[in-house]
């Protein structure tokens, strides 16, 4: 009998059929849908084969398994590591799963996945590296601006190899990577969707490199590998420091590359880089990340990466041997356009250009559609903002310059820039013939792909309009790696950054597989000491980790490891994580953090003195570390380290509260982010815990009701005033329109969030150019509180990847709706809830096996009902708001709904005084 649970989404490494994964990273997982409510999966049972031994009629047989686990009894259905034969470096391999459901009844067995073991690093590469000859010397471009800059760019090299194919293909895989960038092309076609690939990390490390299947693009008889190369991360401009502000890695780009082809005959050919390739330049003068990208159309080659071009002048190439560096499969999603817009508008300038506003602050670049004579110069300046007299404003630019620029050959042309990108709202266009029409321009919106994962709409339109801003600013800043800004001269992966917005990060966007490969720049990053820098990947300057941007290398991992469940992701940082806590205890004897403080930026751009004592923001952040390392020893079975992480956390508390918590509650400086570390680490002993909490709002009070937090306290301030019985607070906070407030940035046009509360304001303008982006996801970590408190889809604690949700809303404020989704790894869970008059309804859906505690905050919890006329199994305290209760209910897959009485309207704060 066929029971009816069906294993569905099947993944591997957080991939759907991964073309290249390590072998230690084959984790699988998969979702199960079902035509009933409340079904639990109560067994399962996974095959893997080989490729070469699945025929779609035979299926999988048990003489060519190479996994077959029988019958598991588990309820899980994530994170399942594969424990088979060992895997095969650079083979296919096919796996299926089926599952039992609580009354034993068995599925069918799902549709195959699919995924390809990386290569050998040593063995499994016959390339060479290639870079055209003297590349080192080549002239260089046509200055766009004759200056030092410019001087610096060189033409984009052209690479080319010509073969015979003999026969017919029955398939094929390209191995490609750069020290640089790359665009692949085979047959005049351009290999795969990707840009800006192989992506950044520390290249010295490990290089990343992308398998693409190209068997549809082969055909009998000639055909052309080629490849365009840039200089990217590698050896282009990346960072601000003046005096050295590119070629971090290398001095020029090179490629690696090889096609394994397959014949229906079962025979093998390969095409790899080496000394058959020619090498020359075309249209793309210069590329460079920050700097823009310059193309002379009339300089293409026509027909160069196509058979049948004759490339006799084309020089040859200049090779070296590849050296130990290993050569990983990507782990991360690929960089791709993900979205098109058109401008909103488009005006022309009293000097002859035209700016067109897409309405939105985006990362990519613009495709144009030109027709007329060949040699007409347009160019293309991007900005966030307008200045005051309407031009476009570049100054928080710094030194880079984010110019697109084109010389045209004549008649219909399309102009689009192939390794840069620009942060942008704005652009303006120089030398176009006549006005432009909205059609004619395109913004391609540029980042990894991560696919979204939250949803959320609610009665008060500015609150949606904030949930779209940190959405789109984690868009903007989540390429390759989660750096700070896409436009300025710096664009680096600050670790505090990506620490403190990590869980909002999640709930907008599936970035396990992101995290994954960014976790791996952590680590390569970390110096001999064991100590996290401020940054990742690392450029020369790498320092010791400032407390709060070191601490994400024990922070980021757990939060991967509690949204998604993946104990792989704790096993690979474990190392480094460990060598991190060893670090902090040879410096702090005393259990202080007094010690190893690196650049020690403190509550980073708090509004007006940033005066919380250093010393306590960063002993907070290594008891919070220890708190961390507790639970995450425990996950992976160091039981032993567990209990010593504990006995830690618990000398570091104490410590902390001898030195900076009074007897009263009240902790050292008074500052809101003392208040909200102290609190939300663990550092105020329980009984001071609801004194601490008032002497926090007393401190919002006398803010004028304003938030005080910078980068680091930011994130948890509103959950920690919501778990304190604060909710009303925590909504005046949020709805706070003057500054500093998140609704000040989106009354000024803010379409992402703004780096510096102060970025513009209305007395002063806009802030110190030195400092300024307009596209700063930090601030927009209050996003994560929206998810788990607006809404309430959290999990229980002490459990990982939503084996356990914890639905529990916190209404207040003006709100009279709020509705969200999120998709987890074991699918997706709705809810949203309605509050109308004196009554409140409460709407979940889960997905199947999962179950679910739901508690429900009511003036009347006794009264609550679910749609079934079910009364609730307790009544409990509801910890956002004192004196309210909660009705709780169990509940399993499916629509639940719950109505009965609101919880008492006007919260205590909002009686006190008007709001500012």
């Known amino acids: 009998m066929i029971g009816q649970l069906r294993p569905v989404g099947l993944r591997c490494a957080h991939h759907v059929n991964p073309l290249g994964v390590a072998p230690e990273r084959v984790r699988l997982s998969w979702v199960l849908d079902a035509t009933g409510t409340g079904q639990r999966q109560s067994a399962y049972q996974v095959q893997v084969m080989p490729d070469a031994g699945y025929a779609e009629e035979a299926g999988f047989s048990g003489a060519s398994l190479c996994w077959d686990t029988g019958r598991v009894p588990a309820a899980g259905s994530t994170d399942i590591p594969y424990a088979g034969d060992p895997l095969v470096r650079g083979h296919r391999y096919q796996w299926r799963v089926r599952v039992w459901d609580e009354h034993g009844t068995a599925s069918e067995w799902s549709a195959p996945g699919g995924f390809e073991v990386e290569l050998d690093s040593a063995d499994g590469w016959r390339a060479r590296w290639i870079r055209p000859v003297g590349q080192r010397h080549r002239p ?123 014949m229906a005959d079962g025979s093998e050919q390969w095409i790899s880089t080496g000394e058959a390739w020619q090498a020359n330049t075309g249209a793309v003068r210069h590329a460079d990340l920050l700097m823009g990208e310059y193309q002379d159309l009339s300089l293409e080659p026509s027909g160069w990466d196509c058979p049948g071009f004759d490339a006799a002048g084309w020089p040859e190439v200049e090779c070296r041997d590849r050296d130990a560096t290993p050569l990983v499969a990507d782990p991360g999603p690929r960089v791709r356009v993900t979205q098109e817009l058109r401008p909103a508008s488009i005006r022309p300038t009293s000097s002859g250009q035209h700016i067109a506003d897409f309405g939105q602050n985006l990362t990519g670049w613009l495709r144009i559609q030109v027709s007329g004579p060949a040699g007409r110069r347009i160019r293309v300046r991007h900005g966030e903002v307008l200045a005051a007299d309407g031009s476009l404003y570049t100054e928080n630019l710094r030194s880079a310059r984010q110019v697109d620029e084109y010389v045209t050959a004549g008649g219909q042309e399309v102009l689009e820039p192939r390794f840069t990108v620009h942060g942008f709202r704005y652009a303006e266009i120089s030398g176009y013939s006549g006005d432009p029409d909205l059609t004619d321009i395109t913004a391609r919106v540029v980042h990894s792909d991560i696919e979204a994962a939250g949803s959320f709409t609610s009665s008060e339109p500015w609150l949606d309009q904030l949930v779209g801003a940190i959405d789109w600013g984690q868009r903007g800043n989540f390429i390759s790696v989660p750096t700070d800004c896409p436009q300025r001269d710096e664009r680096l992966g600050w670790m505090a950054d990506a620490q403190i917005f990590a869980r909002t990060a999640c709930y907008n966007r599936d970035v396990a597989a992101f995290f994954g490969k960014w976790l791996d720049d952590v680590a390569d990053a970390q110096l001999p000491s064991g100590a996290f820098t401020d940054i990742a990947p690392r450029l020369y300057m790498s320092q010791v980790g400032a407390p709060a941007w070191g601490d994400a290398g024990v922070i980021v991992p757990w939060t991967v490891y509690k949204m998604y469940g993946d104990r792989g992701i704790l096993q690979r940082a474990y190392p480094s994580m460990s060598a991190w806590m060893e670090y902090l205890a040879r410096g702090n004897a005393g259990f202080l953090r007094e010690r190893y403080l690196g650049n020690n930026y403190n509550d980073w751009l708090a509004p007006g003195d940033d005066a919380t004592p250093h010393q306590l923001l960063a002993t907070a952040y290594w008891a919070y570390d220890a708190a961390l390392m507790t639970e995450m020893a425990k996950a992976v079975g160091r039981d032993e380290d567990s209990d010593a992480y504990r006995e830690l956390t618990g000398k570091i508390r104490a410590a902390a509260a001898g030195a900076f918590v009074a007897g009263d509650g009240r902790i050292v400086s008074g500052t809101q982010t003392a208040y909200v570390l102290g609190l939300h680490m663990g550092l105020v002993p329980e009984e001071l815990r609801d004194r601490a909490a008032a002497h926090l709002v007393e401190a919002i009070r006398a803010a004028g009701w304003h938030l005080t937090t910078g980068f680091v306290g930011v994130g948890y301030l509103l959950p920690v005033l919501a778990a304190a019985g604060h909710t009303d607070v925590a909504y005046r906070l949020l709805a706070q329109e003057s500054r500093p407030s998140w609704r000040y940035m989106l009354n000024n046009g803010a379409t992402t969030i703004w780096e510096r509360w102060d970025g513009w304001t209305a007395e002063h303008g806009f802030q110190s150019p030195e400092m300024n982006s307009f596209n700063h996801y930090s601030l927009g970590s209050v996003g994560e509180w929206i998810y788990r408190f607006v809404v309430g889809i959290d999990q229980e604690p002490d459990t990982a990847g939503f084996s356990s949700p914890l639905l529990r809303p916190h209404p207040g404020g003006t709100l009279t709706t709020a509705r969200g ?49 079910g009364g609730p199994i307790a009544i409990e305290d509801f910890p956002g708001a004192a004196g309210t209760r909660e009705a709780v209910f169990a509940v399993g897959s499916g629509l639940h709904e719950f109505r009965g009485p609101a919880m008492t309207p006007t919260p205590r704060s909002f009686r006190e005084e008007p709001h500012a």
């Not at 070629?247 to 090179?254: F, I, L, N």
């Not at 869970?829 to 997905?847: C, H, K, M, T």
């Not at 096996?849 to 919890?861: C, M, Y």
Request: net charge positive.
């Open 821 to 869: 989704s999120y998709r987890s790894v074991r699918g997706t869970i709705s809810a949203g809830w309605e509050r109308s008059g004196d009554q409140f309804s409460y709407r979940v859906e889960l997905p199947p096996n999962v179950a679910a505690r739901v508690h429900i905050p009511s003036a009347g919890p006794e009264q609550m009902r679910d749609r079934n006329g």
């Open 140 to 262: 260089p471009a046509e200055p766009v601006l004759p200056d030092r800059v410019t001087h610096a760019l060189r033409p984009v090299p052209y690479l080319r190899r010509a073969f015979t194919v003999a026969g017919d293909v029955a398939s094929a895989r390209l191995y490609v990577t750069a020290l640089g960038l790359y665009e692949a092309r085979l047959n005049g076609s351009k290999v795969g969707d990707a840009v800006l690939a192989p992506g950044w990390t520390d290249y010295s490390r490990r290089i990343p490199y992308q398998t693409y299947d190209v068997s549809g693009l082969l055909r009998p008889g000639e055909n052309v590998l080629a490849a365009l190369l840039a200089d990217g991360w590698y050896c282009g401009f990346v960072g601000f420091d003046a005096k050295r502000a590119g070629a971090h890695y290398g001095t020029a780009p090179e490629l690696l590359a090889q096609l394994a082809i397959t």
